[in-house]
């Protein structure tokens, strides 16, 4: 009989405590003995639960809802932060750091906000509240699917309707920010990267390290977005450690991921034969679709951990068998 734990409410009492093995008959005290011990376990344990909880499903309607949300949100956030940087500095790092997103279509998202905003003055109030309602539609869905995921948060605490109609936003705000922030980090390492240091008698270019040190900059960003997303979208009590686990988890899978994508794109796909001047919007969307599975499983990993935990609490307060 299949068992999924993850449809548990998040109450001791209804926990299962049969799925824990038990390793020669010793008990575990924490969830992190439990995975060190048993990886493979708590691995298909993860699989199942993200397959009962129809995840290739959830990050279906994630990635759609992203795809009509992306150019909206990037739109708005260049008219704003043009007023104080300037505009191909912004292009230039959005192209960058968008290349992490959609790997090889960049440059046409990126050749189609720059149109936009060459006409930004025909922007009227109601376009840009249409924009602005477009552009939280995903971060809206991904709270959703969240939910369904940690459906035993949902059962202990609920989150008011209104923390969630205001959470969309407040990403948008925080998302500017960090695109703010990402354009003044570049121009600065960039900067650095034409420079050399004298040593020894020799000339080191800093052109290799300013490279480094802005994929580790993209790196660092994206394990933040991502704690921050596991750390808030879900509903009840997070733990930090928790989403950083969760966050280190997407990102090294979205990296292995995104640089298989960049080498099918280069050298095997054939797409543009099959869908033709769809191209581009069919890989984008599959591209979204691969990065939120894995940011739904990186959930889903963090969903079980919390379970394992609660299911030791009730072994533990069990009375021992002689």
Known sequence: MHICCAVLPFDDRSISVGELPHSSGRNFQTPRAYVVTHPGAFTLRVLRAFRANQGLLLAGAVAYYTLLSIVPLLVLMLIA??????????LSTSEKYLEWLIPGQSASVI???AHFL??????GWVLLITMLFFSSLAFTVLESAMSVIFRHRIAHRRRHFLVSAVIPYCYILILGLCLLSMTLVSGLIQAMGAESIDFLGRNWSLRGVSGAL???CGVAGEVLVLTSIYLVMPGGRSSWRHALV???????????TR??????FRTLSQASVVYGSLTTSIVVLLTLEIMATLLLFGAQVIAEYELIGA????????????
Do not use: K
Request: hydrophobic share 50%.
């Open 118 to 123: 060459d006409h930004r003055a025909a922007i």
């Open 214 to 216: 802005l994929y580790l």
């Open 311 to 322: 299911e030791i609490r009730v072994m533990a307060q069990q009375p021992s068998r002689t």
């Open 111 to 113: 050749a189609e906000l």
């Open 246 to 256: 969760g966050g280190i988890t997407a990102t090294v899978l979205w990296e292995i």
């Open 259 to 264: 640089h298989v994508l960049v080498w099918y």
């Open 81 to 90: 932060l043009s007023q104080i940087i300037d505009e191909r500095a912004l």
